[in-house]
């Protein structure tokens, strides 16, 4: 399986500010995809990031909230805007080579 | 809008039992996985299920998919400590014979295995 990583692997930040978390994967794929992970729960899809063009989210989040970029095939970048306590998650990267979804090592944020 | 369900949420075995963990769904999907997550780590794949009856085995764990009952099992044989975790199933909603990628998670099932 490809080598995903992660940075930061955990942070903790204060309310209002902003933090960037990076993906990178060993191998070029078309599609990379963000999850959010609150505390003691399941795992929601915030946005699939396609090269080449905007990032497409999922109901109940917004492009001004969590911007992404995927400037190239091995790339992407998640950012957690104007924070609040309510953001405190682990955030996942994932990518779907063939069949089989493979997730990043997290991102553990805390917002304080 | 595609829902998932699991159940139990909460499972608590002793070591040698036998148990199963359900994973419904609510639209037609050919595509369904199984993941584990260990306290405080991400999720690492154990069964990728793409067909109608569908069974797969590693181990102490075994699971099938009834895409007509849009149902997934994961059957636990003879449980050992080590397999204490968290288990997702989650589904692909993409059209057959092509993956969209963005997974519908179902709730976890939280297992504990007591010697």
């Known amino acids: 399986s490809a080598v995903i990583s992660q940075k930061p692997s955990r942070d903790i930040c204060q309310r209002g500010t902003s933090l960037t978390i990076q993906c990178q994967v060993d191998?070029?794929?078309?599609?990379m995809f963000w999850y959010r992970q609150q505390p003691g729960q399941s795992l929601t899809l915030i946005a699939t990031a396609n090269q080449g063009s905007e990032a497409t989210y999922e109901s109940g989040f917004v492009i001004d909230k969590f911007p992404i970029s995927r400037p190239n095939l091995t790339f992407s970048t998640l950012t957690v805007s104007n924070m609040s306590p309510e953001d405190s998650s682990i955030y996942l990267c994932a990518w779907t080579p063939r069949d089989e979804q493979f997730f990043g090592p997290g991102t553990r944020l805390t917002v304080l | 809008e595609l829902k998932v369900e699991q159940n139990p949420l909460f499972l608590s075995m002793q070591e040698g039992k036998n148990y199963t963990i359900y994973c419904n769904y609510s639209?037609?999907?050919?595509?369904l996985y199984w993941y584990r997550q260990d306290p405080g780590k991400s999720l690492e794949s154990l069964f990728v299920?793409?067909?109608?009856?569908a069974v797969k085995q590693e181990g102490r764990l075994m699971a099938s998919l009834d895409t007509k009952a849009r149902l997934s099992t994961l059957h636990i044989t003879a449980a050992v400590h080590d397999l204490s975790a968290t288990y997702f199933c989650a589904v692909d909603p993409g059209n057959y014979g092509g993956s969209q990628g963005n997974l519908i998670f179902g709730k976890g099932t939280k297992l504990s295995v007591k010697p």
């Open positions: 299920l793409l067909s109608n009856g």
């Open positions: 639209t037609t999907s050919d595509r």
């Open positions: 191998s070029q794929v078309t599609m």
